[in-house]
């Protein structure tokens, strides 16, 4: 597998504050990361940075030894880089269907096949983006995000405020994304379990430094780890 992204001393926040204080590490095509921490230690600022709406202090940023540092987040999502934000942020004067088409680039993943992993979007498809429930506002920003045809998948924190019916769907279709699809995913996860899950490999992130880099299969199994870094029950 060759290198997708690479971050050197990555050094960004807002402005001139500074949340991400020195962090490297590389992705390889089709590989998976869990990207966990506690609250505010800076798991959504990475992702925004890889999509560039933060402030590069320092360090460098490469997707397939290209650099990324000063190109518009428009680029990035046709270099292949597809985001779902935390925040899901739907159009409510779009319909489902208006959502997904107007993103898409050729590939893999169709109105067809999107609606062949999310079925109920296809029930759903004239409905507006306000007229979704949450379970299906997170289908949606997924769906979304795979008709770009990324290279690599960035969810921040797809569970969240969720019913555990939801979860479970979601975690079927984000393991067969992260299996056999050739796609890169990173999952940031406030349930680190369900995270460790579905990845290969893990990062823990504290106050804006990586603080823990291990395979995801053996940090699961560190209990005292995970108290003491993810705050896990
Ligand atoms: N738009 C912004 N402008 C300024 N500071 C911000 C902004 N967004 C986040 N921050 C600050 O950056 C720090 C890291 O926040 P971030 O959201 O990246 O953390 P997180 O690990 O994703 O936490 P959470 O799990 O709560 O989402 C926090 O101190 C936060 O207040």
Redesign the pocket.
């Known amino acids: 597998m060759s290198e997708l992204l690479r971050l050197d001393n990555v050094t960004a ?3 001139d ?1 500074i ?1 991400l204080d020195d962090v490297s590490f590389s992705l390889k095509e089709g590989d998976s990361l869990a990207l966990l ?10 992702l ?1 940075t890889l999509m560039g709406f933060t402030r590069l202090h320092k360090g460098r940023l490469a997707w397939r030894g290209r650099d990324l540092g000063g190109m518009p987040t428009f680029r990035r999502a046709h270099a292949g880089l597809g985001w779902v934000p ?1 925040e899901r942020l739907m159009f409510p004067s779009l319909s489902v269907e208006e959502h997904l088409t107007s993103v898409a680039r050729p590939g893999r993943w169709t109105l067809k096949t999107v609606y062949r992993v999310f079925p109920r979007l296809r029930e759903r498809r004239a409905n507006l983006g306000n007229q979704l429930s949450g379970g299906e506002q997170q289908m949606l920003a997924i769906g979304r995000a795979l008709m770009v045809n990324p290279s690599l998948l960035l969810l ?2 797809p569970m969240e405020g969720l019913a555990p019916i939801i979860v479970q769907e979601l975690v079927s279709v984000i393991r067969d994304l992260t299996t056999g699809t050739g796609m890169a995913v990173i999952v ?1 996860e ?1 349930h680190a379990r369900l995270a460790l899950a579905l990845t290969r490999q893990a990062i823990i ?1 504290d106050r ?1 430094r990586i603080v823990h880099r291990s395979d995801s299969a053996s940090l699961a199994h560190d209990d005292r780890l995970l108290q003491r870094l993810v705050a896990v029950a």
């Open positions: 926040g807002y402005g504050g949340v921490g506690r609250n505010g230690v800076g798991k959504t600022t990475l925004v935390q921040d924190e940031v406030q992130l804006g």
